[in-house]
C-alpha cells in the first residue's frame, strides 16, 4: 500500500495562475481533507469529504475548491493563486469519523 | 466544534515520563480526544485517541479526565526522536459535522540529553 499520496511535492506559481493539487489513497477511506500549514503555526483545514460526490468546508475555505469525484482521489484547486496561498498542503484521509486519519508528505507551494 | 487549548512548549528529559495536557472544555459527548505529532515538515503522524476511557498503545497513554474537559498524553521514556509538535484535537464522531477536524497550533517538545 502506497498509503497518501500528492501530486506534486512543489510548485511555483505566479500570481493569478491556477493549478489542482492531487491527493490519492489506496486504502478505500471514505472520509478525506486538505488542510495548509503556514510557517511556525498549526494545520488549518480547508475542505473535507465525508464520501465519493460530497465536498464541505472547513475553516479557511475561500480561494480554493475541491472535487471528489472518485472515492480514492481528492483534488483541490486554486483557480487565481495569490501570495498569500503560499503555504504547505497535506491531505489526509480516515476511514470513518470514529478512525485516525493518515496524512500525505505535503506539497510546497509558493505563488510569488 | 470544540477547541482544544495546549501549551505552546514544553521540555522533557530523556527517558523521563513526558506529560502534554490538552483543555477541551466545550467538547461534546460525541465527540473523540486524537493526538498526533509532526516531526520537522513531515505530515502529522497519528499517536493516539479515546472516547471516555483512558487508552494505551505502543506509544503512549491517554489519560482523559471523568469530565471529558481534559487529557493528558504520556510518552513514558521519552526519547531524542520523541521532539516534535504535538496536537490534541476533538472530532465529532456524527452528527453534521461528522469528521470534521480542527488542529490548533500544538504543543513544541523538546527532549533534552
Known amino acids: 500500500n502506497a498509503g497518501v499520496t500528492q501530486t506534486p511535492k512543489f510548485r511555483v506559481l505566479k500570481t493569478g495562475q491556477s493549478m489542482t493539487l492531487l491527493c490519492a489513497q489506496d486504502m478505500n477511506h471514505e472520509y478525506m481533507y486538505w488542510y495548509r500549514q503556514d510557517p511556525g503555526m498549526g494545520l488549518r483545514l480547508i475542505h473535507y469529504?465525508?464520501?465519493?460526490?460530497?465536498?464541505a468546508k472547513g475553516e479557511v475555505p475561500d480561494g480554493y475548491n475541491v472535487s471528489r469525484l472518485k472515492k480514492q482521489n481528492f483534488l483541490l484547486g486554486l483557480e487565481s493563486a495569490a501570495p498569500s496561498q503560499t503555504s504547505v498542503y497535506f491531505c489526509?484521509?480516515?476511514?470513518?469519523?470514529?478512525?485516525?486519519?493518515?496524512f500525505g508528505p505535503g506539497t510546497r507551494l509558493t505563488v510569488l | 466544534d470544540a477547541k482544544t487549548t495546549q501549551p505552546p512548549s514544553m521540555d522533557c528529559a530523556e527517558g523521563r515520563a513526558a506529560n502534554l495536557p490538552c483543555n477541551h472544555s466545550t467538547i461534546s459527548g460525541n465527540e473523540y480526544v486524537y493526538w498526533y505529532r509532526q516531526i520537522h515538515s513531515q505530515g502529522p503522524q497519528y499517536i493516539i485517541h479515546?472516547?471516555?476511557n483512558n487508552e494505551t498503545n505502543e506509544m503512549a497513554s491517554l489519560i482523559i479526565t471523568e469530565d471529558r474537559k481534559s487529557s493528558t498524553l504520556i510518552l513514558p521514556h521519552a526519547t531524542l526522536r520523541d521532539t516534535a509538535v504535538y496536537y490534541c484535537?476533538?472530532?465529532?464522531?456524527?452528527?453534521?459535522?461528522?469528521?470534521?477536524?480542527?488542529f490548533g497550533d500544538g504543543t513544541t517538545l523538546t527532549v533534552k540529553p
Open positions: 484535537i476533538v472530532s465529532p464522531s456524527g452528527g453534521t459535522n461528522a469528521g470534521k477536524s480542527t
Open positions: 469529504s465525508v464520501g465519493e460526490g460530497t465536498t
Open positions: 489526509a484521509s480516515r476511514a470513518g469519523a470514529g478512525n485516525e486519519q493518515f
Open positions: 479515546g472516547l471516555k
